[in-house]
């Protein structure tokens, strides 16, 4: 039975399309407003804002979403009752708890604060059929054996397994090497990994270290940046990208390899940072139980230039950027703050350095940046003049700023965390 609702809605995705972006804008409005009267009514903070213009809703973010859980949610649930059970499941490694037929988890906690995430079997099931019809390149007819590296297994995946759709879990904690041979073994056709493992498999696919030939990799979890494109795509013959958070399905690349906003699901409200670049500030239709409502990401996207002739009506994004903290703050010629944003140090670092190079860029406060690579010092040396070159044409003034220029023969690897390549460090600017 929970095949065929999976199946209900992925067929249901594939249908909902629109030929114009003027008839996408009039489905959201009608589901914005079934949203608030079906799903925001029943949950005792959000009621009490039905009758006022939605864009004078308060923002959300996920410290005021913990504070206020209780409130928000529409299944009368406790929050300190689903961190114990949460933490519990991190504990032993077990994810399988549930709290009734609620599934429960932890956010990752890049931004500082672990937030708790609840899902309804319906809601699960409605990600899942969501996910399949837009990643899926061949359908649902042709034979699939898809590698899927996560931070924890979910049953949700085995529930949608057939005798044409198969999925083996890699998970995140588990020793690296010893998955290079289950993978040669398993010969997935898909893999679905974050930017980081997705680096690692290319690098030992490039090395005849690995025999696997997908027909579709996936980037998932964390920034795809374009170093690591470069390198991923010399190992494997299609790579796509998934914009996946605890907040909801985000983004998906469509068929002709553009990222767009999955808008059939989610309401956007860009918080513009300049002509391109962008906070996103969602609202997810399909989010019933711990609804997400004007909830302000900490990413950073950028709006695609060129129109995209997919069909697809969502927004064409460029890439996400990253982080807001994955950028740094120096001071310009009048001693006021300037932002440097990261994509612009990432492609920087993209043209100086060896692709097969990883790197940290850190500004440890007002004055002092780390350049740390597997490479040589005098890369590295190069590397630091081209992105000192880029400071002073974005109006900095580098006179008083200083460097360290580390080499290392290769950078610690933790796929259990989110990896972040350029960071300013809290109390910086």
């Not at 206020?68 to 991190?90: C, G, I, K, P, V």
């Amino acid at each position: 039975m929970r095949l065929l609702k999976i199946l209900w809605y992925y067929w249901r995705t594939k249908r909902l399309t629109f030929s114009c972006r003027a008839d996408l804008e009039a489905y959201q409005r009608k589901q914005l407003e079934k949203f608030k009267q079906r799903v925001l009514s029943k949950s005792p903070y959000f009621s009490r804002f039905i009758k006022q213009p939605f864009d004078t809703w308060p923002l959300m973010n996920k410290q005021l979403m913990m504070a206020n859980f209780d409130q928000m949610n529409t299944a009368n649930l406790n929050s300190q009752a689903l961190l114990a059970l949460a933490q519990q499941s991190e504990q032993k490694r077990d994810f399988s708890a549930k709290m009734g037929k609620f599934s429960v988890g932890l956010s990752s906690g890049t931004s500082g604060q672990r937030g708790i995430f609840v899902v309804s079997p319906k809601e699960q099931q409605i990600w899942a059929g969501g996910i399949l019809a837009k990643m899926l390149p061949r359908g649902l007819w042709k034979e699939e054996r898809v590698a899927l590296f996560l931070r924890a297994d979910n049953h949700l995946y085995h529930s949608t397994k057939s005798h044409r759709l198969t999925f083996r879990f890699y998970g995140l904690f588990d020793n690296f090497q010893q998955q290079i041979q289950s993978l040669d073994d398993y010969q997935p056709t898909i893999i679905i990994a974050p930017a980081q493992v997705l680096r690692a498999l290319a690098t030992e696919k490039l090395n005849d270290k690995l025999t696997v030939n997908p027909i579709l990799v996936i980037s998932v979890a964390e920034v795809l940046e374009e170093q690591d494109k470069k390198l991923i795509k010399q190992a494997f013959n299609q790579l796509a990208e998934v914009y996946q958070a605890t907040e909801g399905f985000l983004a998906a690349t469509c068929p002709l390899g553009t990222l767009h906003l999955n808008e059939e699901f989610i309401y956007i409200e860009p918080h513009w940072l300049d002509e391109d670049r962008f906070i996103p500030i969602i609202t997810d239709f399909t989010r019933q139980t711990q609804p997400i409502v004007r909830y302000q990401l900490d990413d950073i996207l950028v709006r695609s230039q060129t129109p995209c002739q997919c069909g697809w009506q969502g927004m064409a994004i460029s890439h996400i950027e990253g982080r807001c903290d994955d950028q740094l703050v120096l001071t310009d010629q009048h001693g006021k703050p300037l932002t440097i944003f990261a994509d612009y140090c990432s492609r920087v670092i993209a043209n100086t350095l060896p692709l097969t190079c990883d790197y940290r860029l850190i500004q440890h406060n007002d004055q002092c940046i780390e350049l740390i690579g597997s490479c040589s010092k005098e890369q590295l040396s190069q590397c630091q003049q081209a992105l000192t070159a880029h400071f002073i044409q974005q109006g900095a003034k580098v006179d008083a700023l200083s460097w360290k220029l580390t080499s290392v023969v290769t950078l610690p690897k933790d796929f259990a965390q989110k990896r972040r390549r350029i960071i300013r460090e809290r109390g910086s600017q």
